[in-house]
């Protein structure tokens, strides 16, 4: 150090930034459109809740139970975007299994289709935010 008048003190803190202690999760997002949620509005409408509560013994039981209910109904309500897709896949699983090559060619070239239509639909969306200068959505 010679003759500076400061002293160099390397600080390391005491605690581990949530990066370095939690590994990253991975979570699903459910995309609700109007027609979903009236009909799950409608389902949830019609139920019997005295049905669940006449028969759980203690409050866990009883939010567990109306807990699995809800998942269940949810489950039921959501459209499924990937099915589509899905059905294609397992079409062409089904096809390699088999060996038809000419069979294999066309379902491919259905399947890079539907993704392609789907990749010009969500560019469009995007767009429509820019051109409506909605930022929070984009």
């Known amino acids: 150090m010679g003759k500076a008048d ?8 005491k605690y581990l930034p949530v990066v370095n202690r939690e ?7 459910q995309q609700w459109d109007d027609d979903s949620q009236e009909h799950l509005r409608a389902i949830l409408d019609t139920t019997d809740w005295d049905v669940f509560i006449n028969a759980s013994e203690d ?16 489950s039921l ?14 079409k062409k699983k089904e096809l390699f299994g ?17 993704i392609s239509e ?10 429509g935010h820019f051109t409506e200068n909605n930022m929070r959505c984009v």
Not at 23 to 29: F, L, N, S
Not at 77 to 90: A, C, D, V
Not at 118 to 127: A, C, F, S
Request: glycine residues 2%; contains cysteine; charged residues 30%.
């Open 59 to 74: 409050l866990d039981e009883l939010t567990r139970t109306v807990t699995d209910y809800i998942n269940f109904c949810t």
């Open 6 to 13: 400061h002293n160099l003190i390397s600080l390391i803190p």
């Open 77 to 90: 309500t959501l459209p499924t975007s990937r099915s589509k897709y899905s059905q294609i896949i397992n």
């Open 23 to 29: 590994k990253p999760k991975v979570i699903t997002v």
């Open 98 to 114: 088999y060996g038809d090559k000419r069979g294999l060619e066309q379902v491919h070239a259905e399947l890079k289709r539907a």
């Open 118 to 127: 789907e990749k010009v639909k969500y560019k469009d969306i995007i767009e």
